[in-house]
């Protein structure tokens, strides 16, 4: 079964500097999607960013980007110039290849990530 | 123009009462989940969905049951509730075939179930 690993679950960085969050899976499909989904406190579960794992690039969107190192089988967020809006719960997810059938999100335990200012 | 829907936002009840959640879709998609977030903020998949047909049902006890109507629809029953039932839970829906969205599921705004 694959799993999904985020071992920091506090983080905190200062307003306008930069602050990563680390995530490890464990899967022996070579085919998947990984996800960062943010948590603010309305609980609204939102798309940060994904990556598909044939791709080699490493995703980004605005100030969010990502360390897919597929070898590692690990996936960071980077996050640039934090905002307060910024402070919510991160969670890392796997999902297995959409041609492998419907398959749900593997999700880590979080990472809560405040933003001081 | 709500992506996914889901009524009520909140719902308070004593043990061993019947409760349904409501999931409603308007994107289209052919697949919707429902997850379980736990007092420590844990996801889990429950229940998974394809053209109003269950594909996963994780270990999830007899007294939760989905309803699919239709494939824009999602509901989920559960019986005899009992405290450890109290979380937030979420509905989601995707694509099954692959697609530009990469795989992308779109979540609900969440139910937060208390059980007294």
């Known amino acids: 079964a694959q799993t999904v690993t985020q071992s920091q679950p506090e983080m905190s960085v200062q307003e306008a500097e930069t602050v990563t969050l680390s995530c490890t899976y464990d899967t022996s499909e070579s085919d998947y999607y990984l996800f960062w989904y943010k948590q603010p406190p309305s609980r609204q579960m939102i798309l940060v960013i994904r990556?598909?794992?044939?791709?080699?690039q490493n995703a980004t969107e605005n100030r969010f980007s990502v360390n897919f190192q597929k070898a590692a089988k690990s996936f960071s967020l980077k996050i640039s110039d934090s905002q307060l809006g910024d402070a919510a719960m991160y969670f890392c997810a796997y999902r297995r290849d959409l041609n492998s059938g419907n398959t749900p999100l593997v999700f880590g335990k979080g990472t809560r990530l405040s933003v001081i200012a | 123009d709500t992506a996914v829907s889901q009524t009520p936002k909140y719902l308070v009840t004593q043990m061993g009462n019947d409760k349904s959640i409501k999931c409603e879709q308007n994107l289209g998609h052919d697949t919707m989940y429902w997850y379980k977030q736990d007092s420590k903020k844990f996801l889990k998949i429950m229940f998974s969905?394809?053209?109003?047909?269950?594909?996963i049902n994780e270990t999830v006890p007899n007294r939760f049951s989905p309803k699919s109507p239709d494939k824009a629809h999602l509901n989920l029953h559960i019986n005899s509730l009992e405290l450890g039932d109290s979380a937030v839970y979420f509905c989601?829906?995707?694509?099954?075939?692959?697609?530009?969205?990469?795989?992308?599921?779109?979540f609900g705004p969440g139910t937060r179930l208390t059980v007294l």
């Open positions: 990556q598909e794992a044939y791709k080699q």
């Open positions: 989601a829906s995707s694509l099954h075939l692959r697609d530009l969205l990469g795989g992308e599921q779109f």
């Open positions: 969905y394809n053209n109003k047909e269950l594909i």
